[in-house]
Each structure stands twice: as C-alpha cells, then as structure tokens.
C-alpha cells in the first residue's frame, strides 16, 4: 500500500509502498478514504515534543474510511463499515482513568500516527474497541476533522464550564479553532475569535463569532476585558507562547483558561493575579470515544461545518509547509488514490474551500 513516512524528524515525508498491516485478534483494518492533516502530525514530524515518537512513522490521526477485514474476536463492528481512527488508538480499559471515563489520561494509551502508524496511507490497522462510528449522513472529508480537531474543542468547551449566554475566547482558528467557534455558538456561547490573520478572522466571522480581534493590532487580553469583561473560558489552540499568556490574562474572575494547542515552550503565569481572581489553568486533551460521538452529532445535524480543501496524500510535504506558514483556512484533508485491487466505493465528496 501507499503511505506518507517519517524517516527523519524534520526532513520531507516520504511517499513509498509498505506492507499492508496484518490484522490481530480485537482489531480491525480500515481502508482510508480521507485523513484530516492536523498540527500536531507536523509537531510529530518535527520530534517538536519531550515524548518523541519512534521512526519510521507514519503519521495522521483523523483517519476515516471503510472497514475492509476484521480480526478474530470482533463482533459488534461488519465489513463495510464507516469509522474513524482517532488520536485515542487504544487504551488499558481498566486503570483508574479508563473506570471513570477519562480514557485520554490512561499511561497505557497508544496514539494513532504517533507511537503507532497512523493514516496518511491506503490502509491503517485499528483497535477494533476504539474506532468510532460515522453518523449515516456524513461524508467521510466532512467528518475526517471531526475526528480531532471536532472532539478537542467540543470537549475543551466542556472542560472551560462556560454557561450559555456566557462569552468564550478562542485563540487560534486554524484547524481547531475553526471548529471550536461552530461549537461554542451550537453550545450557546458569545464567541471572541482571535487570531493573527485577518483572512482567518474573517472566517471566524462568517461561522458565527460575534467579535474579533488580531493581536497584531491591539493586546487581545486588554481589548476582550474592555469589551466583554473578560471571558469565562478562554480556549487557546494556538502554537504560540504569547497567544498562551493573552489567552490567561483575557479569562474573567473564575473563569478559565484551557490549554490546548501544543508548542513546545512554558507557559508563564503571574501567582498574584492567579490566586486572587480565583482562575484556573487546565488542560484538555482530545475527548473520549463518548465526546467524539457527541462531537459527530453536531456535525451530522448541520450544526458544526469543517470547512476542508482536499490534497492527494503525495502533497503531504507541500501541506505541512503550508500549515506552517498559517496559509490554510480550515482543514487540510488527504484523500487517497485508490489501489488497483481496492472494492468499489464512494469517492471522497468535493470540496469546500472557505
Ligand atoms: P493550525 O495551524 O491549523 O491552527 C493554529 C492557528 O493559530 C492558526 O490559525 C494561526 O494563525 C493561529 N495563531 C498563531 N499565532 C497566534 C497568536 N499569537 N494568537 C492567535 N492565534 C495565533 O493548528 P491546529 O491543527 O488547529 O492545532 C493547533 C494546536 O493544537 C497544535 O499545537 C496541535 O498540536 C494542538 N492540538 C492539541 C490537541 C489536544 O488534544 N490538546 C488536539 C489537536 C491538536
Ligand atoms: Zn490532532
Ligand atoms: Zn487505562
């Protein structure tokens, strides 16, 4: 099969044949009609991380397509099958964080294109207790981002604890953030996109931000505690120290801040300010297999739209120097050239470029 590798961390994929995965007992092989490009495949690439992963890698975690073989031991999910592969590949199901629903906490957890092959190829190898479903009425481009970008914000707005009629900030709307604002509107929240591209708070704007705000303009913290008096969540998806310092300093007394984009630097916070406006500092990692069908739902009722440009999974290089430089609005999605012995199927859906 095709897949994009990862031999050298900062050094061009490689487009090359490998083997098709042999399937195991619990676990199912998916033929992989669409991967959304997130950020971190590019922090993944560049070992950006403490935790490195190992090489050769084939990266991608929002994986969708069609379930083509299925193991021994498998038997709630039938050839034909439409699901993802998340970020959460497989975790231990029975520590303390699995028993709880916090699965994304469990230290047994193995992570789709980064401690295991993920799906920027024809075909990826998933656990079969860990792939999600999609709704009936979504195409696979449309739902691939869902599978990341989707479940982290959603759930990121659940961790900030926002009430409706509330305002919320979001830092970054690139991939997650261009989410993120669909969601907190769905979720009755009063939005404030900030982002240091006009074109990308344009977009904000027409999915339904009701302010924004570049920081390369004004102090994004001074202008939303004018404004609004401050947020009582403050979303921050961007890869950016700065974005991670205005994000806390926008948060009302109570409020919160929730971490989620991942640059590999500390984040300063003053004690004083901290203790005595009584705000918290969480983070929030992707969702559980529950928050993702959640997350689905609102996309298979209308109510959240990725907005994706589709690239053949050989551009990878071209998309990653592209995500880098913050050129693209929305999501990246690679949709595969299908191999000669391939069943029929559906062709990705067309996309829609903002
Ligand atoms: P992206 O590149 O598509 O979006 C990042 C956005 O941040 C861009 O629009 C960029 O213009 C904007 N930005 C840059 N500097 C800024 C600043 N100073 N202020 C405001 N905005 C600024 O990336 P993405 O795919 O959305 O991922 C974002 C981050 O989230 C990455 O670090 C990724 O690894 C991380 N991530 C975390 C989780 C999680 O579970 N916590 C899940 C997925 C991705
Ligand atoms: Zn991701
Ligand atoms: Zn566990």
């Not at 990266?59 to 034909?80: K, Q, T």
């Not at 998340?86 to 975790?91: F, I, K, N, V």
């Not at 920027?120 to 990341?148: R, T």
């Not at 880098?324 to 690679?334: F, M, P, S, T």
Request: charged share 20%.
């Amino acid at each position: 099969m095709k897949a994009a590798v990862v031999h050298e961390f900062k050094q061009e994929l490689k487009i090359e044949e490998v083997p098709v995965p042999e399937v195991g007992s619990g676990q199912v092989l998916v033929q992989i009609k669409a991967c959304g490009v997130c950020h971190t495949d590019l922090h993944a690439a560049h070992g950006d991380w403490p935790v490195k992963p190992n090489l050769p890698l084939i990266p991608g975690h929002e994986g969708v397509g069609e379930v083509v073989e299925i193991g021994e031991n498998v038997n709630h999910l039938r050839i034909g099958d439409r699901v993802g592969i998340p970020w959460l590949y497989s975790a231990c199901g029975h520590c303390e964080y699995c028993l709880t629903g916090r699965e994304t906490l469990c230290h047994g957890q193995q992570n789709a294109g980064y401690s295991v092959d993920g799906s920027y190829a024809d075909f990826c190898l998933a656990e079969a207790n860990y792939v999600v479903k999609l709704p009936d009425n979504l195409e696979y481009v449309d739902a691939a981002p869902i599978f990341c970008a989707g479940v982290t914000t959603y759930k990121a707005l659940k961790v900030g604890e926002a009430k409706p009629g509330d305002w919320v900030a979001i830092y970054g709307i690139g991939g997650l953030g261009h989410v993120a604002v669909q969601y907190a509107k769905a979720m009755g929240y009063n939005v404030v996109a900030v982002d240091t591209f006009d074109e990308k708070l344009q977009l904000a704007t027409e999915l339904g931000a009701d302010k924004v705000i570049n920081p390369l303009t004004e102090d994004s913290a001074e202008f939303i505690q004018r404004e609004v008096g401050g947020v009582q969540a403050s979303i921050c998806t961007a890869v950016s120290k700065p974005a991670f310092s205005e994000a806390y300093r926008a948060v009302k007394r109570g409020g919160k801040c929730v971490a989620v984009g991942l640059p590999p630097e500390m984040m300063e916070v003053p004690i004083f300010d901290t203790v005595l406006n009584g705000v918290s500092i969480v983070g929030s990692i992707v969702g559980t297999r529950k928050d993702l069908q959640e997350s689905l739902q609102f996309a298979a009722e209308g109510k959240v739209k990725t907005i994706v440009d589709t690239a053949p999974l050989s551009d990878i290089n071209k998309v990653f120097e592209d995500l880098e430089a913050g050129k693209i609005n929305g999501r990246i999605v690679l949709v595969n050239d299908l191999p000669s012995d391939a069943p029929a199927t559906d062709k990705a859906s067309t996309s829609t470029s903002a």
